[in-house]
């Protein structure tokens, strides 16, 4: 008798991406493993998405399963997928980008080898012509099966995207992507990292990234605030978990997220009212948590101190606002 192999369910979030999503939904629909269901979730767009969707829907009737919603942003689309899922594992794919054939396969066999309830690929930034711009090693250094009860400095050093992992679905039975809120990924992702004892990874770059010409320039606007939020509720998940005595992971955590995270977004805002305002939100942040400047500074990320890897002009903006400095700042940007 065959062994049928695990089912993966792959979310894809669709709004107004009329002249990406064939390559995102090519590049589904022929990975190499075979038991898999593709929810795509048209969120309200106003192109022909929609079509298209419904195209691919009709070409492969076993694999795509449509559905359209109202518009809700990100989060509602993904948990609407959630809902709907019948896989033992979800991966969530961001429509406008694409992935190697054999990503799913590889983590689905990685999970299941380690008996993993997350498994992480490496991530690449591609142009509209596919050159590759930038690669983001995950994580580096480390084996293919992480016992988090021995590295745990991974909660700290992680990226926090959905879009290069696979969870087991289990991990989903009383989360989801908090609603409205900006930075959902790092709201979320690592309270489910909070319950595996094992993480596993491939050096892989299987999700390729684009970086669109075309997107609307992001304006920088008090939602940054969400990220400071987020790590909020990171912390409560935090205090309940098996790594509750893990405070120096938590501080780290708290920098990266917290600190870096939010001054690289910080640094764009260019209502000068809202960046003070920003800023005195930044500072009660570290008071509250007793970090200081120090702690700060000698922050390390994968045994690196991650304030010399910066740019020159973030590496400058970063010490400015270290320094009390933020009326030079703003003269400067």
């Not at 090693?137 to 992480?146: A, D, R, V, W």
């Amino acid at each position: 008798m065959t062994n049928v192999p695990s089912k993966v369910s792959i979310i894809v979030p669709v709004y107004n991406v009329e002249n990406y999503l064939a390559k995102c939904l090519d590049s589904l629909v022929n990975q190499t493993h075979q038991n898999m269901e593709i929810l795509v979730v048209n969120d309200g767009s106003k192109d022909n998405s929609e079509q298209i969707i419904q195209e691919y829907a009709q070409k492969y009737p076993e694999k795509i399963k449509p559905f359209n919603k109202e518009n809700g942003g990100l989060s509602d689309a993904r948990n609407f997928g959630i809902d709907r899922a019948t896989g033992d594992y979800l991966g969530f794919v961001d429509s406008d980008d694409y992935v190697t054939p054999t990503m799913f396969e590889e983590m689905v066999n990685l999970a299941e080898k380690y008996d993993s309830k997350m498994v992480i690929c490496n991530i690449q930034k591609v142009d509209q012509n596919g050159n590759i711009t930038q690669k983001l090693t995950q994580i580096p250094n480390m084996p293919e099966k992480i016992d988090l009860n021995k590295n745990f400095s991974v909660f700290s050093d992680l990226s926090y995207f959905a879009c290069n992992k696979l969870f087991k679905k289990e991990l989903f039975s009383e989360k989801r992507f908090k609603k409205g809120a900006h930075f959902e990924d790092i709201q979320l992702i690592p309270q489910l990292l909070l319950e595996c004892d094992v993480i596993a990874q491939t050096q892989n770059f299987h999700y390729q990234y684009l970086e669109r010409t075309d997107s609307i320039t992001k304006t920088h606007t008090e939602r940054g605030l969400d990220i400071l939020k987020a790590v909020e509720d990171v912390e409560i998940a935090f205090k309940d978990s098996q790594y509750s005595n893990k405070k120096s992971e938590l501080k780290n955590f708290q920098i990266f997220e917290g600190v870096y995270s939010f001054l690289a977004y910080l640094a764009f805002v260019k209502d000068e009212e809202l960046f003070y305002k920003m800023s005195d939100k930044l500072d009660d942040f570290l008071k509250q948590r007793d970090i200081k400047i120090k702690d700060i500074l000698k922050y390390s990320r994968f045994d690196k101190n991650y304030l010399l890897y910066l740019p020159l002009k973030k590496k400058i903006f970063y010490l400015l606002f270290f320094a009390g400095q933020k009326k030079l700042i703003k003269k400067i940007i």
